[in-house]
């Protein structure tokens, strides 16, 4: 990358954008300001970087509260010399995305700005892929960037967290795409049936409809991954299983790669039983939302028990999510927070009340 502080007029084809920043020291309304130049090599790339109608470049503008001009292949970036950093980082790392042959869009913009934004994160984790046949996906936050190379890593990962984080839909795609690779022999998909207070045998019809609505969202996201032909003929010839976790019993899970979702619903004897499940060469691993335990109360969730009893253990990971984390419509991360905020609010409350119920 060159650096100079004002654009060139002709570009070599396929180099990188030349970057100069200009810090001012001029001070308008009590702000320091900064004006930083980016100069584009390949006006296609350019374009696409920019978005229909400056799209990106104004989800940028909104996000980082900077100006943003630009003028055929060149950009004008202005504001506080922080932000005017941080998108001169995002504009050119993405750019650098789609010379790589990858795509950029609203998505892979946000991903971006949370990456730069959050503790530890790194604009490079952008640039992870996870290829499955019907779409590449890439993680959206610093921590699934943690927990796609945990995965990689560790033959037992734990990802714990609030909903809408992509605990269960990262977990499935990495193990399509291990299972297309050739590197396992099949993916085996588990929940427990028993949830939300509901018992199995209330339900109608047999044992296959009573656990169907139970696994839906694991088949959901099957098919976001492989073709529905493929979803169906891998899952009859029992390269793909999607069962509840009372089926796991007694078996040994060799070659495969192993999903346990809604874990915190499990208790700690189903816990211990599905781990001891691991056989060679294969990897496991476990999700679950320590704030939405449906067990019978009283009943410590297995989940919890092994967050406490594996820390320490060599091969075992945790990767901790947050609302900082919630990808899903930005609305759900309000929600998380707003919850978070009224469990802590309670737990004071009752502590208060206990503290004073012992001075009486």
């Known amino acids: 990358m060159r650096v100079s502080k004002r654009p060139t007029a002709k570009a070599k084809p396929k180099s990188k954008p030349k970057m100069g920043t200009k810090k001012d020291a001029v001070k308008a309304a009590g702000v320091d300001h900064a004006t930083a130049k980016l100069t584009f090599s390949d006006n296609h790339f350019a374009q696409a970087l920019f978005g229909v109608h400056s799209t990106h470049l104004v989800q940028i503008e909104t996000e980082l509260g900077v100006s943003i001009v630009a003028r055929g292949a060149q950009l004008t970036i202005m504001g506080a010399p922080a932000a005017v950093k941080l998108a001169e980082q995002i504009l050119v790392g993405l750019y650098d995305r789609l010379t790589q ?68 839909y990262l977990a499935v795609a990495k193990a399509v795409e291990l299972l297309v690779r050739g590197d396992v022999d099949r993916i085996i998909l588990s929940r427990p049936a028993v949830e939300a207070g509901e018992q199995l045998g209330f339900l109608p019809g047999d044992m296959q409809e009573k656990v169907d609505p139970y696994l839906r969202p694991l088949y959901d996201a099957l098919y976001d991954m492989l073709p529905a032909d493929e979803v169906v003929k891998r899952m009859e010839n029992g390269e793909i299983e999607v069962a509840p976790l009372a089926f796991m019993r007694g078996r040994t899970l060799a070659n495969a790669f192993v999903i346990l979702d809604e874990a915190q619903n499990t208790t700690a004897v189903q816990m211990k039983m599905f781990l001891t499940r691991l056989g060679e060469n294969a990897r496991m691993v476990v999700t679950g939302d320590l704030s939405q335990v449906d067990l019978p109360r009283g009943t410590r969730s297995g989940l919890r028990d092994a967050c406490d009893i594996l820390g320490e253990v060599k091969g075992v990971a945790f990767v901790e999510f947050s609302a900082a984390d919630v990808v899903r419509h930005k609305i759900v991360t309000r929600i998380v927070n707003a919850y978070d905020a009224a469990e802590k609010r309670r737990h004071a409350s009752a502590r208060y009340e206990h503290e004073d119920n012992k001075r009486d």
């Open 101 to 168: 042959g990858s795509e950029v869009g609203n998505e892979e913009i946000s991903a971006a700005l949370r990456m730069v934004r959050q503790p530890g994160g790194k604009l490079s984790d952008v640039n992870v892929e996870v290829r499955t046949k019907r779409r590449v996906i890439s993680p959206r936050t610093a921590t699934q960037a943690e927990y796609l190379k945990a995965i990689d890593d560790c033959e037992l990962v734990f990802g714990c967290g609030p909903a809408g984080t992509g605990k269960t």
